[in-house]
T-cell receptor, first 109, second 113 residues
C-alpha cells in the first residue's frame, strides 16, 4: 500500500538559513508526488508537484526514486514560510491522495 | 471568494446525535472529495464523487457515514449516531474535469462531547 512518511513533526530554523523538509514514500511504479502547505488560518493548498519541476516561493523538490524521497528545499527561509507542510501521493489507479502526517516549519527572526 | 465553501465551519454536538456538513465545490468542478483530519495527522481520504456518482469510498467511511452529491454540484456528509472518535476536521475538495490540482475548502470542525 502507498505510504508517505514525514519523519519530522517539527522543524525550526532561523530566517535566511536553508531548510529541508523530508518526505519518504512507498509506491510501486512511477509516483506523482505533491507538497501541500497550510498557512495559519488558511486552507490547505498545493505548493508544488514533482511532475512540473517548478520552483514555487523559492521551494523546490526533487524526486529521488533510488532513495524513494521527495524532500522539499529552500536555500534561504523566510518568516512567511512558517506553516504546516504535507507531502502526498496518489493511491495508484485511484483519485485518493495519501498524505503524510505533516511537518510544522517555524522560521524564527 | 469563489473557492470551495464548507458549512458549518464549527459544530459541537452531543454523542449520539446526527450531524450534516455541506460542501459547495468550485463551480463546474466535476470531481469532489471528502477527507478527514485529526490532530497531528494528515488528511485521510473518505470518499470521492465524479459528478453525482460516488466512485470511491474508504474503509474509514463506516455505515454511520453517508455522503451524497445529488445533482452533481454541492455535497453533504452526514454522520449518524456520532461518537467521540468522530471529532475531527472534515475537509472537502474539488477538481475540474481536466485539471490536476485539488482545491480544498477551509474545513468543518466537529467536536463530539
Amino acid at each position: 500500500a502507498q505510504r508517505v512518511t514525514q519523519p519530522e513533526k517539527l522543524l525550526s530554523v532561523f530566517k535566511g538559513a536553508p531548510v529541508e523538509l523530508k518526505c519518504n514514500y512507498s509506491y510501486s511504479g512511477s509516483p506523482e508526488l505533491f507538497w501541500y502547505v497550510q498557512y495559519s488560518r488558511q486552507r490547505l493548498q498545493l505548493l508544488l508537484r514533482h511532475i512540473s519541476r517548478e520552483s514555487i516561493k523559492g521551494f523546490t523538490a526533487d524526486l529521488n526514486k533510488g532513495e524513494t524521497s521527495f524532500h522539499l528545499k529552500k536555500p534561504f527561509a523566510q518568516e512567511e514560510d512558517s506553516a504546516m507542510y504535507y507531502c502526498a501521493l496518489p493511491s495508484g489507479g485511484s483519485e485518493k491522495l495519501v498524505f503524510g502526517k505533516g511537518t510544522k516549519l517555524t522560521v524564527n527572526p | 471568494d469563489t473557492g470551495v465553501s464548507q458549512n458549518p465551519r464549527h459544530k459541537i454536538t452531543k454523542r449520539g446525535q446526527n450531524v450534516t456538513f455541506r460542501c459547495d465545490p468550485i463551480s463546474e468542478h466535476n470531481r469532489l472529495y471528502w477527507y478527514r483530519q485529526t490532530l497531528g495527522q494528515g488528511p485521510e481520504f473518505l470518499t470521492y464523487f465524479q459528478n453525482e456518482a460516488q466512485l470511491e469510498k474508504s474503509r474509514l467511511l463506516s455505515d454511520r457515514f453517508s455522503a451524497e452529491r445529488p445533482k452533481g454540484s454541492f455535497s453533504t456528509l452526514e454522520i449518524q449516531r456520532t461518537e467521540q472518535g468522530d471529532s475531527a476536521m472534515y475537509l472537502c475538495a474539488s477538481k475540474g474535469f481536466s485539471g490536476n490540482t485539488i482545491y480544498f475548502g477551509e474545513g468543518s470542525w466537529l467536536t463530539v462531547v
